[in-house]
């Protein structure tokens, strides 16, 4: 066979190959119900803490993902006019369920139809947790008779020298993710409210009492800006170490893998403690109403691979092998414990009142 | 509909094009076609990044090339990185990065050394009306705490670390009349401050933010109204009169102290220096400016510095990878930057971070060598932080340091040698003379009302009276009277004769020191674009000896010539030596057209 001739043959078999490998690539495609009936992929936003779980989903599937902080996704999708709402680009949302609500509450009341049509029940779920540095938590220990939200009520922003602290701790300071912005930092102001007005249902109402505004604010003014534009809170707290933050509120997804991963000298510094009662981040799935993939990524994304993909991302699945650092207990609620939509965004106005 | 998303692209995608690829390359290797393309269809990510991490950027960015990483949608990704000081790069990206063929490549990701200058910039662009840059927060890849680094005798003179030391403490010290008199230590001379220029410099920046709250015994909440106070400005002044000189860079401080450490006068230059915690570890490994040049050894300091963490807190550089939101970054590009933000902050990535002396920005990484107390640094420390204060205040702190900063004396010595008259520009025929002339017009809207500038040309036989070599076109005297003269007269300059460096340079020094006002930075600028001609003077040995002696030591009227090598016949080695017998920088402007960088940088030491 002369050179020319292998040659050929050679073009002949890899364009036989190529061929082979895309029509079993579009069978398996259409198996996996990950292609719209109008062609193309299934179309998936997902809020920004999800991100590792979103990832996780798309490399397990063919869903195309877009990340978004949920801040935005409720203003926008709050605000899309009925008559743009085919031209949203999605069939799907993946967020938490207090964000659905705000985005139906807000339509109802501007007279828009639904852009999202009533939530999956929770596929994952994670706590409310603070990570306190243990010589920090041993000190606040003799104030307070455990570290929590009415702890932080009433310590927050107090130099550590007063309360028997070092000189060079400054002072307290808590942090948390920009509530505005993410669900972790939404949940957990949730939790600091409703704690301090002793109720899981506190009401506007609430928010507007000199009690709750002084102990709230207290906490909220103590947070430092500046710090968290860069990394989360709880990243920025295992990497800079104390400096950065004393205390932080996060949901144990976040915070249970990160810990877990982190270097001796960090890890075995902190605690993570659950303030009670225990409130929780639930995800749910959203499908965008008229999308004509929305209940094919609903099937993609309440089964098998978007379970897991929660659950490797540091999400409490039942049924699912737990990532690295979530642990079994504390035993989660049936409910989040957390106040309900409109409660949160009242609560939201609260806080920019008072930081301004 | 939600532009500061972004998007993964689904796997069908990736892999049929992965698929594609692989099967062209195939058919390409069979049919022996070459693949240029396959180079030219790289995404390119250009970085614009603060200079002390340029190094390993660049060194990352490489093995980023190299790994499987580098890819998206099937396309390779070339990620290019230049250096931008973080003050110089906000203010071109408030300006939208215009010339990118003088200002470098409009970048994709910017790095400045904090996410500081973010909020800077995205205040700076709301001010004018314009669209934010900065729509998502950058990644953190890496840390450095602020520190106050001093030669251990001075450190522990004060007592460090038994007692915790701050701004306050430091800045009160250089204040005092007695100087280190005052410590024991007469022989160490007055309390001398190192201090980059805010304007240019994240440490200056973060120095400055920090001497304000020190002002005010605040370490949060601080207000404009805490700027206007009166307490607060003369305490500001106080500071900034022990300041030696500013600078875009804190390089040129360490560079500078490196090398009257290794004549043996470790303590004549500069008594503290805000530095980044990193440079510490460069400077006692014998690095001080973090970069070995080819054949260069590290040699360590005689004395070493140590690190003080300020007792009230500091501030830190988190070193964002910022993707910028600007209309000229692709959605191809912005997904590439994110693929290799995903490799920079990757484990194995960051002990090469830990490496070049930044705290990783991983937590899986822990902190260790070469972060140790052998190395004059405590890892445990600091143990809290400044609160950043907001965009507008931060914006307040540099308005109201370029009111309050140390003023200064400065002469401007041009060469105005016939070469000077040679072509510079072929598109307009301007000469180097003409861009020199332009550059310096420009570079004088930098100084203060009550800056004292005055302006002197040089070439051999200038003038028919003695000296012959140059001649004073405008005496020293306030710039908001100067001004106009000193426009008047750079415009007219002309190309004369022959060089005389030499006698340009001392005879200039000389004239400074007589007149030396111990209020002011007291400086020479001297641009030049040859080297020495004159026959009567060619004793380079003798005038470094005079520079040098007069210099150091309890020397209490330090001039500081800082030197331009303009073109490429410009002798730079010189330049280099006679900038730093005077304990100042050599700039360079090999390239004609950067002139107006240069000269803007230059005169950020005012």
């Not at chain 2, 043996?264 to 503290?272: F, L, Q, V, W």
């Not at chain 2, 640094?377 to 600091?382: E, V, Y």
């Given at each position: 066979m002369t050179t020319a001739t292998r040659r050929l043959a050679a073009l002949v078999v890899a364009i036989a190959m190529i061929g082979a490998a895309i029509g079993i690539r579009s069978v398996l495609d259409d198996d996996a119900g990950t292609t719209r009936s109008t062609g193309g992929p299934l179309r998936l936003l997902c809020a920004t803490p999800l991100e590792t779980a979103c990832d996780e989903l798309a490399s397990r599937t063919d869903v195309r993902v877009t990340v978004a902080p949920e801040g935005e996704s409720v203003a926008t999708l709050s605000q899309v006019a009925d008559d743009d709402i085919r031209d949203l680009g999605y069939d799907g949302w993946l967020t938490f369920e207090r964000d659905v609500q705000i985005v139906r509450d807000a339509r109802e009341r501007a007279a828009l139809r639904p852009v999202v049509g009533a939530p999956s029940a929770a596929i994952g779920r994670t706590p409310v947790v603070l990570g306190v540095w243990k010589d920090r938590a041993e000190v606040l220990a003799q104030q307070c008779p455990g570290v929590g939200w009415q702890c932080l009520a009433d310590v927050a922003g107090t130099a550590w020298t007063d309360l028997g602290g070092d000189t060079r701790w400054g002072s307290v300071k808590p942090g948390h993710a920009d509530p505005g912005d993410y669900g972790e930092g939404l949940a957990v102001i949730g939790q600091a409210a409703a704690t301090l007005v002793g109720r899981t249902d506190p009401s506007r109402d609430d928010y507007a009492d000199d009690a709750f505004l002084e102990r709230f604010g207290r906490i909220e003014r103590a947070v430092p800006s500046g710090l968290t534009a860069a990394s989360s809170p709880f990243a920025r707290m295992l990497t800079a170490g104390p400096a950065a933050f004393d205390v932080v509120a996060t949901v144990e997804a976040e915070a249970g893998p990160l810990l877990a991963r982190a270097s001796a000298d960090r890890r075995d510094q902190v605690d993570l403690l659950y303030p009670a009662p225990v409130a929780t981040l639930d995800v749910v799935f959203a499908p965008v109403v008229g999308a004509d993939g929305a209940d094919d990524l609903r099937t993609v994304v309440t089964g098998d691979d978007g379970r897991a993909a929660l659950a490797a991302a540091g999400y409490r699945v039942p049924g699912e092998t737990p990532a690295r650092g979530v642990p079994a207990t504390p035993a989660l609620p049936d409910t989040s414990n957390l106040p309900g939509a409109g409660s949160l965004v009242a609560l939201l106005e609260t806080r920019r009142e008072i930081t301004g | 509909m939600m532009p500061r998303s972004h998007v993964r692209a689904p796997r069908a995608g990736r892999r049929t094009t992965a698929a594609l690829l692989a099967a062209a390359t195939l058919l390409t290797g069979i049919a022996t076609t070459a693949i240029p393309a396959a180079a030219q269809s790289c995404v390119t990510v250009d970085i614009a990044s603060s200079p002390e991490k340029l190094e390993l950027l660049t060194d990352l960015a490489t093995r980023f090339g190299r790994s499987d990483a580098a890819d998206v949608g099937g396309r390779c990704i070339d990620v290019r990185v230049t250096r931008a000081s973080s003050g110089a790069a906000a203010t071109l990206l408030a300006a939208s990065w215009p010339k990118p063929a003088k200002n470098g490549p409009r970048p994709v990701i910017w790095s400045p050394a904090a996410s500081t200058w973010g909020a800077v910039l995205d205040q700076r662009r709301a001010e004018s009306g314009k669209e934010a840059y900065v729509t998502t927060p950058g990644t953190s890849f890496m840390l450095t705490p602020l520190v106050i680094a001093m030669p251990q005798p001075m450190a522990d003179a004060i007592g460090y670390p038994a007692t915790p030391i701050g701004f306050s403490d430091v800045l009160a010290l250089s204040q005092d009349p007695t100087g280190w008199a005052g410590k024991g230590h007469p022989e160490w001379g007055p309390f001398r401050l190192g201090k980059t220029n805010p304007n240019f410099s994240t440490s200056g920046l973060a120095q400055t933010v920090a001497q304000y709250y020190a002002a005010t015994g605040k370490t949060t909440d601080l207000t404009l109204e805490d700027l206007a106070r009166p307490e607060v400005d003369a305490f500001a002044r106080g500071v900034e009169s022990a300041v030696v000189h500013y600078g875009d860079t804190t390089l040129t401080f360490l560079n500078n102290l490196y090398r009257a450490d290794r004549r043996?006068?470790?303590?004549?230059?500069?008594?503290?220096v805000a530095v980044e915690e990193k440079s510490v570890v460069d400077y006692n490994r014998g690095n001080p400016d973090g970069i070995l040049d080819p054949g260069e050894q590290p040699r360590k300091p005689r004395v070493p510095l140590v690190a003080i963490y300020p007792k009230e807190g500091t501030l830190f550089s988190d070193n964002p990878l910022i993707v910028l939101d600007a209309p000229w970054v692709s959605n191809a590009e912005a997904t590439a930057a994110r693929a290799f933000t995903k490799f920079v902050t990757s484990a194995k990535n960051q002990r090469r971070v830990l490496e070049y002396g930044f705290r990783p920005g991983n937590p899986a990484v822990a902190i260790g060598k070469p972060i140790t107390a052998a190395n004059g640094?405590?890892?445990?420390?600091?143990q809290t932080t400044l609160e950043v204060p907001t965009p507008a205040v931060l914006a307040g702190v540099i308005d109201q340091w370029n009111q309050v900063r140390k003023k200064a004396r400065v002469l401007l010595v041009v060469d105005v040698s016939g070469s000077m008259g040679d072509e510079a520009d072929p598109r307009t025929g301007a000469t180097k003379l003409d861009l020199a002339k332009r550059a310096a017009i420009a570079a004088l809207d930098q100084f203060q009302p009550e800056d004292e500038v005055g302006l002197r040309i040089f070439s051999t036989e200038i003038s028919d009276r003695e000296p012959t070599d140059y001649r004073d076109l405008v005496p020293i005297g306030p710039i908001s009277a100067n001004k106009p003269d000193l426009e008047r007269e750079i415009e007219r300059l002309k190309p004369t004769q022959g060089t005389p460096l030499y006698t340009a340079a001392e005879d200039s020094y000389s004239f400074m020191r007589e007149g030396f006002d111990a209020t002011r930075i007291n400086a020479v600028v001297l641009l030049t674009d040859g080297r020495n001609e004159d026959p009567r003077n060619e004793d380079l040995a003798g005038l470094l000896s005079a520079l040098r002696t007069t210099t150091e030591g309890e020397s209490t009227t330090p001039v500081r010539i800082f030197t331009i090598a303009y073109g490429n016949d410009a002798d730079e080695s010189t330049l280099k030596r006679i900038a730093e017998a005077t304990n100042a920088a050599a700039y360079s402007a090999v390239d004609p057209a950067t002139i107006v960088n240069v000269f803007n940088a230059v005169v950020s030491n005012f």
């Open positions: - | 043996g006068d470790p303590y004549g230059y500069a008594s503290a640094l405590d890892p445990s420390q600091p």
